[in-house]
């Protein structure tokens, strides 16, 4: 059975980093499409959105344009676990972060990444950036 365990949300001011983790089990650390999303407050599921998503063993890293050079999505295949640091975080970052799996590369528009095709998430990990 596919898990997905996010930890490291917190509440910080704008400026400050966190760091996410997403612990995997029930499938395989390498060949696979694992990242983090974002569902903004008020938001309906079907606006979640990609945030940085890693092809795991094989390098391939996706992000938002709206993260880019401020967050950074890394991996430990040994661990089966996904991490993203975040720096610089602004209020507009402020969200439920999730962790999900799929099975292909993230579709990109303007920018922006899709969560459609990622169908095992994670229960979620609040992230709160105060001005």
């Known amino acids: 059975m596919v898990q997905l365990v996010e930890s490291g949300g917190g509440s910080v001011q704008a400026g400050g980093s966190l760091k996410l983790s997403c612990a995997g089990s029930g499938f395989s650390a390498r060949g696979n499409y694992v990242g983090w999303f974002r569902q903004a407050p008020g938001a309906k599921r079907d606006e979640r959105e990609g945030v940085a998503i890693v092809y795991t063993g094989g390098g391939n890293m996706y992000y938002a344009d709206s993260v880019k050079g401020r967050f950074t999505i890394s991996e430990d295949n040994g661990a089966n676990t996904v991490y993203l640091q975040m720096e610089s975080l602004k209020p507009e970052d402020t969200a439920t972060y999730y962790c999900?799996?799929?099975?292909?590369?993230?579709?990109?528009?303007?920018?922006?990444?899709?969560?459609?095709?990622?169908?095992?998430w994670g229960q979620g990990t609040q992230v709160t950036v105060s001005s």
């Open positions: 999900g799996l799929g099975y292909g590369p993230p579709r990109s528009t303007g920018g922006k990444l899709s969560a459609r095709g990622y169908g095992y």
